[in-house]
């Protein structure tokens, strides 16, 4: 190989450049803030009239339920858990993605992070508002919710400590703080920018609060990179523990098809999947419309779906560890749910869900595939469907056939369970919406940080990059 | 100088962060306490050539998160095991296992909200006036200039010779900075 | 390229490891282990206590020497930058792979030439005829699938580790840019392989030797183990050979460490995470048939149980809990330690209670199949780094990874 080739070859190995073309601070600053600084599009106003009707429809459908009484939703004996847990789980896996991204890859080094975090956090926070609907509304009494909390009441009891609902409560509650604080603290360099650009006294003064002050000052820097880091050290066992504190929900009980110990990696890992798919969803619809294709390059869409795969092959590990070990117990209710899974009632839901997260997926192999929009984006849109088909299958399967066959039934859904989990669709665009147009998509600071020419060149004796990175 | 304005520093502006590196090596050198530099980023090597510290916050969180997981084990234990005992599933009132999920859960709570708490305090947000908005400085900052700030209440400061130290040590232009008298406004 | 110029001829000057103190003591270390061997066969009662025995330090050796194949494969898959300068360290320790396979024999042996191999009791012929959970199971846990699935295993652990290796040590030579695509190609498909045959691998040796009990997170639970392990022997080697002056004076530097003590780090958080949730999980459900396992290993094993707990995660999460004990050669090497004697406590305690009951017990009996396998395990890599170079100069962004800084 003459050595000409050999350059070339390894030039092809290595990743492309973070932000393409000729990019400076100002005309990054322009391209990012523009969504922000110009009267909203008609395209937007139209999105966001399809989202927020949707919205209003979840508040309907909500209200429906408090003055109905849950009945109102398809549930049964003995399907207690039907839609309102797996819209749950489907939207707190959601925002594993944005925990990911930002906390993981960050601890990990992964600089093509930058373009698509602070979108992957606004996300995190969404749908963890989204999922905390449905344990509000399935209390039936949403304003007696703090009863969850281990308060000091009249009667001298206290929550049961030992029930993983009430894990769930502290995960969830935990979980859905943080995303926010550290979501927000990312924003506060930006929001400074924003302020600093405003021309408009008000916009100055929102912005300004908003930014709590922030001037910039190395010193105040300084201090800020080792919370930011300290952040996505907490956060990455975090996002592990929320999803394996969801899972234990199903996984301490004795209940055949919930009862395996695979499920805390397992819930995490479709977690972390579902999640990409969705960043993916929204994030290719982002920069079409906001211009930032040379910002959230064809690389990132790249990055994101070997993700997608990587995690597609776990949750299909867990699928088939989960069968074989059925079949090797040798106890007869194991075999039997997964019998019924594959070939009963719901087995159309079983195979959609095998096909949209283990199957198709697999075409992501092909790189034509990862970095062209028009064929990755059917991907992503099952995967997010498999996701959803994931959780009804392993909440309503295995309680529609209980250990008594005198209460064996099915589960239905009312239009109040379509219009719950559609309307939170809409809430969740909506907020999605909003966040775009009144705040950085993309995070500024760091952008600006890993363009060329940013960080000073290696010189003798210091080393470059050792303070606050890490 | 104009009515109401009174001298707070002197400002020097880099374009780049060599020069900025450089300008903020010899303010330490010269031996400066009272100042800082402001950049859109953060920049590699800054906190060493400004000499700073190492943050306290890595031990202030580690702390907080074992208070957190202290009172999450001592919570659950007084709760279940002696003012509230019932038996619930067959298992032991003190049944370690189950508290371990709270226990950690409260261990990044804690430590989370006392990182935030240490971000507004040492990074002394909540404070919107500033003599970089009323010299037009920090809308530079916040977007591609680097700025070496040495305020007037250093006991060196003299404006001439700290303009002169940092025209010297490689800003590309050096101003003084005003600070407006409080107003009663916001921001 | 830079620091390319005189860096690269010192990459070049890079030798071979001149010891022959390790091969050495490799073999004093295969023949006490054999002797000791020989003399707990010859024993009352001593094909037993071997067999288990065998089966302990056995898995020990394939742990370290899968994990680090483990490690090779997912640098390979990531693209990773950083750990080009210690890829051979971690490919010295994979190479054994196909090795594994001719120490798995004596297993194998037991099996096809006794009426049954002790840890496992489905191939007792009597016992399963009185049990109906193990007649079931019988399609799986029989004789001739199990031999068959082992060499399966076999050929492509040892497969895929030649691959590796013989690909890296060309690269030398030169041809570098299409070698390593070609690795980086044959990475992600031999991952999905490894996943499948680890876990299997783990049903098959440990698991099915408590034949009715059934977990489905085994095969993480070991795999997490078995990284840890392969990380600490990777990170004593590189520090052994570093030391020594054969990785080149200072390109192995403090972020370098930094990454392996972070990984180290990880993985003990990882493990302690599975290891909880299988407990807590099997304690929760409280099903009879699935709390044996556990009630088996506390009650006489219980100290073994919390010395496991201590020795897994506790020091080894405070040790590396500080950003300078991951940068820090002694905290690592001293961490290193424990993680490996952590690695060879829960084998220990994940197959021995089967053999004693009422509580832990550690003779000479069972002493001499580790000491045998780990002298055939370290001769093997001695001899490995006396023929190659310790690091892998023709890879195309060793330059780079010499460079590399937080």
Known sequence: ?470 | MAEGRNLAGVVGLCDDVESLLRAASAVRAAGYREWDCHTPYPVHGLDRAMGLKASPIPAICLAAGFAGAGVALLMQWWMSAVDYPVRIGGKPLYSWPAFVPIVFELFVLFSALATVCCVLVLCRLGRWHSPLHDSDVMRLVTSDRFAVVLRQEDRLFAEQEAAALLARSGCREVRPLYEREEDGSLI | ?406
């Not at chain 1, 909440?395 to 369970?417: A, I, K, M, N, Q």
């Open chain 3, 1 to 406: 390229m830079s620091g390319g110029g005189d860096g690269g001829a010192e990459l070049l000057a890079l030798a071979p490891l001149r010891s022959a103190g390790l091969a050495r003591a490799s073999l004093a270390l295969i023949l006490c282990g054999a002797v000791l061997c020989a003399t707990t066969l010859l024993s009352e009662g001593g094909l037993e206590r071997f067999s288990f025995a065998y089966l302990w330090g056995f898995s020990f050796a394939w742990a370290i020497v899968l994990g680090s194949l483990f490690f090779v494969a997912l640098q390979h898959v990531t693209r990773a930058v950083w750990s080009v300068v210690i890829r051979r360290v971690a490919e010295a320790l994979a190479a054994p792979a196909g090795l594994l396979g001719v120490l798995f024999a004596p297993v194998l042996l037991l099996l096809l030439f006794t009426d049954h191999c002790a840890p496992f009791p489905w191939s007792n012929a009597d016992l399963v005829r009185d049990d109906h959970v193990l007649q079931g199971k019988a399609p799986y846990l029989n004789v001739p699938f199990f031999v068959v699935r082992a060499l399966f295993f076999f050929a492509c652990w040892g497969g895929f580790a030649a691959f590796f290796v013989r690909q890296s040590l060309k690269q030398d030579a030169g041809g570098g840019a299409a070698r390593t695509a070609r690795m980086r190609r044959v990475a992600a498909p031999f991952l999905i392989l490894f996943a499948l045959t680890v876990t299997f691998a783990s049903f098959d040796w440990l698991m099915s030797q408590d034949p009715h009990w059934y977990s489905t997170m085994y095969g993480v639970y070991v795999f997490a183990g078995m990284a840890l392990a392969a990380l600490a022997a990777i990170t004593l080697a590189v520090l052994w050979l570093r030391a020594r002056g054969l990785l080149g004076q200072g390109i192995v530097s403090d972020d370098h460490l930094y990454s392996l003590g972070g990984l180290l780090f990880a993985f003990t958080c990882f493990w302690a995470y599975i290891a909880f949730s299988q407990f807590m999980l099997v304690w929760y459900g409280n099903l009879p048939e699935e709390t044996v396992y556990f009630a088996r290993r506390g009650g006489a094993w219980l100290a073994v149980a919390l010395l496991l707990v201590a020795l897994r995660f506790a020091l080894p999460f405070f040790l590396l809990l500080s950003r300078d004990a991951k940068r820090s050669p002694r905290r690592l090497v001293v961490t290193a330690l424990i993680v490996l004697a952590g690695e060879l406590l829960d084998l220990y305690w994940l197959i021995m209670p089967q053999l004693h009951e009422d509580g832990p017990r550690l003779g000479w009996q069972e002493l001499g199949p580790p000491l045998f396998l780990a002298g055939a395990l370290l001769l093997h890599v001695a001899r490995f780094l006396g023929k190659h170079r310790p690091m892998a100069v023709g890879d195309p962004f060793l330059s780079k990874s010499c460079a590399f800084h937080l």
């Open chain 1, 1 to 470: 190989m003459t050595p000409e080739s050999a350059v070339v070859a390894v030039s092809s190995l290595e990743a492309g450049p973070l932000v393409l073309g000729e990019v400076d601070f100002r005309k990054l600053e322009d391209d990012i803030n523009r969504p922000l600084e110009s009267f909203p599009t008609r395209r937007w106003w139209i999105a966001i009239s399809c989202t927020g009707l949707l919205a209003a429809l979840f508040v309907y459908a909500f209200l429906h339920t408090v003055f109905t009484g849950i009945g109102a939703w398809g549930n049964n004996n003995p399907v207690g858990w039907a839609w309102d847990i797996t819209n749950f789980v489907f939207w707190i896996g959601i925002g594993h993605a944005g925990t990911l991204i930002s906390a993981i890859l960050f601890l990990l080094r992964q600089r093509w992070r930058t373009a698509i975090a602070r979108f992957a956090e606004a996300m995190t926070v969404f749908a963890v508002i989204c999922a905390l609907q449905f344990p509000l509304v399935h209390t039936g009494r949403p304003w007696l919710a703090y009863w969850l909390l281990p308060l000091p009441n009249a009667n001298g009891i206290w929550v049961n400590f030992r029930s993983p609902l009430l894990w769930d409560v502290f995960a969830v509650s935990t979980y859905g703080t943080v995303s926010f604080l550290f979501w927000y603290t990312g924003l506060l360099p930006d929001l400074a920018t924003v302020r600093d650009r405003a021309r408009h006294g008000l916009r100055r003064t929102i912005y300004g609060i908003l930014s709590l002050g922030w001037q910039g000052s190395n010193r105040a820097w300084s201090h800020y990179e080792k919370a930011y880091l300290l952040f996505a050290g907490l956060s990455t066992p975090l996002v592990l523990s929320v999803h394996s504190v969801v899972s234990f929900d199903f996984a301490t009980s004795v209940i055949p098809g919930w009862h395996a110990t695979i499920f805390p990696p397992y819930f995490v890992a479709g977690a972390i999947f579902s999640g990409f798919a969705m960043v993916a969803t929204l994030i290719v619809i982002m920069r079409k419309f906001f211009r930032l294709e040379h910002v959230v390059t064809e690389d990132h869409l790249d990055v994101m779906n070997r993700i997608i795969i990587a995690t597609s092959l776990m949750v299909g590990y867990a699928y088939a560890t989960e069968v074989f070990i059925a079949w090797y117990s040798g106890a007869a209710y194991e075999r039997y749910v997964f019998v019924n899974r594959a070939f009963g009632h719901y087995a159309w839901a079983y195979w959609t869900m095998v096909a949209c997260n283990v199957v198709i997926p697999q075409v992501l192999w092909i790189r034509k595939v990862r970095r062209t929009v028009l064929l990755l984006y059917p991907v992503v849109i099952l995967v997010n469907v498999g996701m959803w088909f994931e959780r009804f299958v392993i909440v309503v399967t295995s309680l529609h056939r209980d250990y008594l066959p005198s209460s064996w039934d099915v589960f239905s859904p009312t239009w109040v369970d379509v219009s719950l989990f559609v309307g939170s669709i809409g809430v969740f665009l909506t907020l999605m919406l909003l966040f775009a147009r009144f705040l950085p998509a993309v995070s500024l600071a760091e952008t600006k940080a890993i363009l060329p020419g940013s960080q000073p060149r290696a010189r003798q004796g210091a080393r470059p990059g050792g303070d606050g990175h890490g």
